[in-house]
């Protein structure tokens, strides 16, 4: 049931708990630690990806690498040892079937790691019309106008920032998956807070979250 979030966290702590090494717990841990942030609990959602990369940093499987790496990436100083992070982004981003949403959560963790020029760099290996269907750009542009901000490169960062909130606005207004609707918002009012645009009052906020059983039994496509 949507809105019961402390429910939710529950749920994914109690799966976590039953099986603690399970391989496919990235998808629950992912959960978890988005919920967390949904609800504004920051030091729960730390906690959660220093579990999370406890867990998987010596994975061999890119999806966990990388759905590990972009949870890491969601907030600024996430764990305490964030070169871990970076090899696990890099490993999954150098896989056999890595694809844009590997560069996407590569390019996220460098911004994160403060190495802005590789971030953007990254990023430059990738093109919007070339996106699956089932992947978004707008992270993307959100971390590439950040990264330009912090070069000194305020064109480069007022463009990618008027597209990303252009396409994200047109996204909000749809039904989205909540997870994606939960990453939007949360980039977009980084973004804007670090180009210094005024981030708009939200109307009050949700606390919708996935259902108590999102952490079902199978591994599942997480990440961006």
């Known amino acids: 049931m949507r809105g019961q979030s ?4 529950k749920a994914f ?6 099986d603690p090494e399970w391989h496919c717990h990235y998808f629950t841990r992912y959960w978890l630690s988005l919920t967390l942030i949904s609800v504004g609990d920051v ?7 220093e579990e999370m ?4 940093a010596d994975t061999t499987d890119p999806k966990a690498a990388n759905t590990t790496a972009w949870i890491c990436a969601l907030l600024p100083d996430s764990v305490a040892e964030f070169g871990r992070v970076v ?22 963790v460098l911004y994160r790691a403060e190495r802005y020029e590789e971030a953007v760099a990254t990023l430059d290996e990738w093109a919007p019309e070339n996106l699956p269907k089932t992947e978004t750009p707008m992270y993307k542009w959100f971390f590439l106008a950040m990264a330009h901000h ?20 047109e996204d909000l207004a749809a039904d989205l998956a909540w997870q ?4 939007l918002d949360l980039l977009r009012t980084e973004a804007l807070e670090v180009l210094g645009v005024e981030v708009p ?22 990440g961006e």
């Open 13 to 18: 702590r109690k799966s976590i708990a039953i």
């Open 201 to 222: 009052n939200p109307e009050e906020a949700t606390s919708d979250a996935p259902d108590q059983d999102s952490s079902a039994s199978d591994c599942r496509e997480t």
């Open 53 to 56: 990369l406890e867990q998987f």
């Open 180 to 183: 994606r609707e939960s990453q």
């Open 87 to 108: 090899a696990l982004a890099e490993f999954a981003a150098n896989s056999p079937d890595a694809g844009t949403k590997e560069l996407g959560t590569k390019a996220a």
């Open 43 to 49: 030091d729960g959602y730390r906690s959660a990806c």
């Open 150 to 169: 912090r070069l000194g490169n305020q064109a480069e960062a007022a463009d990618y920032l008027q597209q990303a909130l252009d396409h994200t606005d």
């Open 6 to 9: 402390g429910e939710a966290i």
